[in-house]
Each structure stands twice: as C-alpha cells, then as structure tokens.
C-alpha cells in the first residue's frame, strides 16, 4: 500500500504558483559572455581618470605645503589672513590619500612598463619565428631583468639614477647590518656597542 503523508504538515507560504526563471546575476570580470580584458584599450579608454588623479596629487600637495606654512605662522597672522589650519584628522587623511594616489601612479607605470617589455620581446619573437626560429618563451626572470633595464633607462633619463641607487645601497647597508652578530644588542642599547 502507499505510503500516506501527514495532514499535520505545515505548507510552504512560499508557494510557486506559477513557474518563473531564476533570474542568475552575473559578475562581468569572470565571465566569457564579456570578452578578455585587454589593458592597452582600457588605459587608452580611461586616460582621462589619469589625469584626473595627477590634478588630485597636485591639489592635495598644495594643501598639504599651504597648512605646513600656516602652522609655521603665528596665530595673530593667520587670524590676519582670514584662514584656517586643518585639524590633525584632516590632514592624516590628505597624506594617507596623497600617497595612495602616488602609489597607484606608480604601480599603473610599472604595469605599463611589463606591457611595454612583454610586447617588444613578443614582437621580437615572432619576427624570429617567422624566420624558421624554434618559438622560445621568456622565463619571468628573463622578463624582470629587461623590466629592471627599461626602469634604469627611464630613471637616467630623469636624472634620478644616481639617487635611487644611493637609496638602494642604505636599504642593502642596513639589511647587511641587522644580519651582524651584535644588532640585536645594539638595538636594545639604541646605540653603537662599546667595543667598537
């Protein structure tokens, strides 16, 4: 005989009545139905927001510098001028967000420069290729080090080689030093040790 069902149990009070598709969201970053991302188009595209941000960088180091040279006044000179300082909170918050857009500047040139090399050393490849060359692939490693070349290039040309290695050079120094036998005292002491 069949089994019978409880009267006792409660009925959904979500009833589907009538059918209806399950609408399903869809992220565009990890969808195929949205294309490949090609960067070299989405830079082209939204160049404008570049600029945009070198404008912030701009405004905020001229607030920042104009608050320095406040502070530096007197009260009675500033009352004078008919200007105010920011408060600590608000000027935390235009450095904190002054780095930041400089550090996505410089994150964006350097994705740009990988770009650059990648696609020198693939056009490279493929001229070879063409020639009847075997296809070789440049290791990461590879691709670093003509990264590293292309960034020294940039930085001679800015004049600014010879600082960037100096700052390099006290950034090894002090690596090498925290590696010596005797840091850890010296760093307790806030001081050269005695025997030196």
């Given at each position: 005989a069949p089994m019978e069902m409880s009267s006792?149990?409660?009925?959904?009070?979500?009833?589907?009545?009538?059918?209806?598709?399950?609408?399903?969201?869809?992220?565009?970053?990890f969808d195929t139905m949205s294309g490949t991302l090609d960067e070299e188009v989405f830079d082209k595209r939204y160049?404008?927001?570049?600029?945009?941000?070198?404008?912030?960088?701009?405004?905020?180091?001229?607030?920042i510098r104009k608050d320095k040279d406040l502070r530096s006044k007197t009260a009675k000179q500033r009352q004078h001028?008919?200007?105010?300082?920011?408060?600590?909170?608000?000027?935390?918050?235009?450095?904190?967000?002054?780095?930041?857009?400089k550090q996505s500047k410089m994150l964006g040139e350097r994705k740009r420069v990988q770009r650059e090399v990648q696609r020198t050393a693939r056009k490279a490849e493929m001229e070879?290729?063409?020639?009847?060359?075997?296809?070789?692939?440049?290791?990461r490693s590879e691709l670093k080090k003509l990264e590293l070349a292309k960034r020294f290039e940039a930085l001679e040309?800015?004049?600014?080689?010879?600082?960037?290695?100096?700052?390099?050079?006290?950034?090894?120094?002090?690596k090498e030093r925290k590696l010596l036998p005797g840091f850890a005292r010296r760093e307790r002491t806030n001081g050269p040790p005695t025997g030196f």
């Open positions: 006792k149990k409660q009925v959904s009070r979500f009833r589907h009545v009538v059918p209806t598709k399950n609408r399903k969201t869809r992220d565009p970053r160049a404008f927001l570049h600029e945009e941000r070198d404008l912030e960088i701009d405004e905020l180091r001229k607030a001028q008919k200007v105010r300082i920011m408060d600590e909170d608000e000027r935390r918050a235009a450095i904190s967000r002054l780095t930041q857009l070879k290729v063409s020639k009847g060359k075997n296809p070789f692939y440049l290791k040309k800015a004049g600014k080689l010879e600082q960037y290695m100096e700052k390099r050079r006290k950034k090894n120094a002090t």
